[in-house]
C-alpha cells in the first residue's frame, strides 16, 4: 500500500496510549447490536487460541517462545456466530507470551483463559435476549470450568477427553469416559460439515446421548463437587463425503469421536442433533485464524519494531478477517440476500461500474466485486473463497478513494 501508508497506520499502532481493547471497542459495539438483532434464538460464542510465528523477526522486541524455541505471540478469540454459523464478530481478545515481553503473571495459568472468556461472555450478552451457548475444544476439559459462573442465558458446550469418571443418571452406574459409549441412549446418524485438512468435508456421525453427572478430580470430594443435570453426547465418525467431489473418502487411520459435554438438555432427538451442529460450528474460528495468517493476510509476515505495535496491528486486522469471514459464510447461506445488507450505495454504484449489470443481491455483489480479480465462477466454486475476497476488497479500496474522489465535485 505504499511506505506512507504503512508508516501512518504503524504509528497508529505504535501510541502506547492505544491497545487491542480499544483498537476492537467499536467492533465489540457492532457486533452485540448485530447479535440482537438476528433472527437466531441461538448463538454460538466460540473460543480457541492461535500460535503465531514470528521467528524470522529478529528485531521485533518483546516477542516470547510459544512452541518449544520458537519465538511469537499467542492470541485467544471469542468469536459469535448465529446458529447456522454466520459470523458475527469478535467478543473478546488475550494475549500472551512466553518468557517475552507480554508474559502472564507467575501465579496465573493458561488454561485461565477459557474463565476469562466465559467472563466476557457473561459480562458484555448478559442483558441479552438470546441462549448463549459457549463453545470449547479439548483444551477446554478443566473441572472448574464446568462449575464456573454463568449467566442464567449462558451454555456451555465443551468437547471432552480426560477418563474422568462419569454418572449415567437413567442406570446411576459410573463409568469413565471412553467405556460409556454403550450405556448411553442411540439417537440413530446425523449428517455434518466440517473442515478436515483444510477442505469442506460432511462427516456422517452415529449419535448417543444421556444425561450425566460428571465427578471431579480426586483431590475434590465427589459428594460435594460433582456437576448436576449436564449431558454428554457422544459422535462417532462412521463416513466422510468430500463436498467438492460427493465421493466417500478413504476411512483415517482414526475416526473422529466427539465427546460433547454440555449444560444443554438432551431430551429429544432434536436437542442431541442441535448439541452436534453448535459443535460442528466451531470449526468457523479455526477458518478466522486460517483468514488472519495464511488464507489471506499473511499476517506472521509482518514486521513492526516491537510486541505492542504487533499485537494492536493484530486486534485491528482482525476485524478484516472478521468481514472476510463473514462475507464469505453470508454468500455461501444466501446469494440472493440484498447486496445493501452488506454494501453501501457508493459501493454498489461502483460495483455496477464493473459489470454493466444490474446489482440486486449479494451474489451479485460479491461476483462483480471478484471480477476486480479475474474471478470466474464455476459449478465447484460458483462464488470466490477468503484469499480471493481479500485480494478483491483490497483493490476495491483503491478504487472506492478514486471513484469517491471523482464524483464528490459533482455532488457539490
Known amino acids: 500500500m505504499g511506505n506512507s501508508f504503512r508508516q501512518t497506520f504503524a504509528g497508529i499502532f505504535a501510541r502506547q496510549e492505544m491497545d487491542a481493547n480499544q483498537m476492537l471497542s467499536g467492533h465489540l459495539q457492532s457486533t452485540l447490536s448485530g447479535v440482537e438483532a438476528s433472527e437466531s434464538e441461538y448463538i454460538i460464542a466460540a473460543q480457541d487460541t492461535t500460535y503465531y510465528n514470528y521467528s524470522g523477526q529478529r ?15 499467542l492470541q485467544h478469540n471469542v468469536l459469535l456466530l448465529d446458529q447456522v454459523g454466520l459470523p458475527l464478530g469478535l467478543l473478546a481478545q488475550q494475549y500472551w507470551t512466553r518468557n517475552g515481553g507480554q508474559d502472564l503473571p507467575p501465579e496465573e495459568k493458561e488454561s485461565n483463559k477459557w474463565h476469562k472468556g466465559l467472563s466476557a461472555i457473561n459480562e458484555h450478552l ?18 472448574s470450568f464446568f462449575r464456573a459462573e454463568r449467566q442464567p442465558n449462558v451454555e456451555l458446550l465443551v468437547r471432552v477427553h480426560q477418563p474422568r469418571p462419569l454418572e449415567v443418571i437413567a442406570s446411576q452406574q459410573l463409568h469413565k469416559l471412553p ?44 459428594s460435594q463437587h460433582k456437576t448436576q ?39 429429544s432427538l432434536e436437542q442431541v442433533q442441535r448439541i452436534v451442529h453448535f459443535y460442528a ?47 464469505t459464510y453470508a454468500i455461501r447461506a444466501d446469494p440472493t440476500q440484498p447486496a445493501y445488507a452488506l454494501f453501501d450505495s457508493s459501493e454498489l454504484l461502483l460495483l455496477q461500474t464493473f459489470t454493466s449489470k444490474p446489482i440486486v443481491s449479494l451474489g451479485d455483489a460479491v461476483l462483480a466485486l471478484a471480477r476486480v480479480v479475474g474471478f470466474a465462477p464455476s459449478k465447484k466454486q460458483p462464488f470466490p473463497g477468503v484469499k480471493v475476497l481479500a485480494t478483491a476488497l483490497e483493490r476495491f479500496a483503491f478504487a472506492s478513494i478514486g471513484f469517491q474522489s471523482a464524483i464528490k465535485p459533482l455532488q457539490d
Not at 61 to 67: K, N, R, V, Y
Not at 126 to 143: H, L, P
Open 59 to 73: 528485531a521485533m522486541e518483546g516477542l516470547g517462545e510459544i512452541q518449544g524455541k520458537v519465538r511469537g505471540l
Open 229 to 267: 443435570g449436564w449431558s454428554l453426547v457422544v459422535a462417532q465418525e462412521v463416513a466422510c463425503i468430500d463436498l467438492n467431489t460427493q465421493q466417500v473418502m478413504p476411512p483415517p487411520e482414526t475416526p473422529a469421536v466427539w465427546y460433547l459435554l454440555s449444560s444443554l438438555p438432551t431430551d
Open 281 to 327: 460450528l466451531r470449526w468457523r474460528i479455526e477458518r478466522f485464524h486460517y483468514t488472519l495468517k495464511s488464507g489471506a493476510l499473511n499476517v506472521e509476515t509482518w514486521q513492526f519494531d516491537d510486541i505492542h505495535t504487533l499485537i494492536n496491528s493484530l486486534a485491528f486486522y482482525s476485524v478484516v478477517a472478521w468481514r472476510l469471514l463473514a462475507l
Open 126 to 143: 448478559c442483558a441479552s435476549s438470546k441462549t448463549i451457548v459457549a463453545v470449547e475444544d479439548r483444551e477446554g476439559d478443566i473441572f
Open 179 to 222: 467405556q460409556v459409549y454403550p450405556h448411553l441412549g442411540d439417537y440413530g446418524q446425523l449428517s455434518v460439515t466440517v473442515e478436515r485438512q483444510n477442505r469442506a468435508v460432511q462427516l456422517v456421525l452415529n449419535l448417543r446421548a444421556g444425561a450425566v453427572n460428571v465427578y471431579p478430580d480426586q483431590d475434590l470430594s465427589s
